[in-house]
């Protein structure tokens, strides 16, 4: 599980207009959430290939 430091997401919440829905900021953190688990699994050699998609999901590419 990925941890986040208070000063990303108050940033992140700064960046909000003024008068925002709670599924903004869901969509935000939920966002936050994915691009920091990307980053964690690139640091960690988690990674897959651009041949190695194009293999799978090549027939639907065409």
């Known amino acids: 599980m990925n941890t986040f430091e ?7 919440i700064e960046d909000l207009p003024d008068k925002f829905s709670l599924d903004e900021l869901l969509d935000k953190l939920i966002f936050i959430h994915k691009i920091e688990t ?7 050699g988690q990674l897959t290939s651009h ?12």
């Not at 208070?6 to 992140?12: C, F, V």
């Open 6 to 12: 208070k000063k990303h997401l108050l940033k992140s």
């Open 38 to 44: 990307g980053l964690e699994q690139s640091k960690n």
């Open 51 to 62: 041949e190695d998609v194009a293999k799978k999901f090549g027939k639907y590419l065409s």
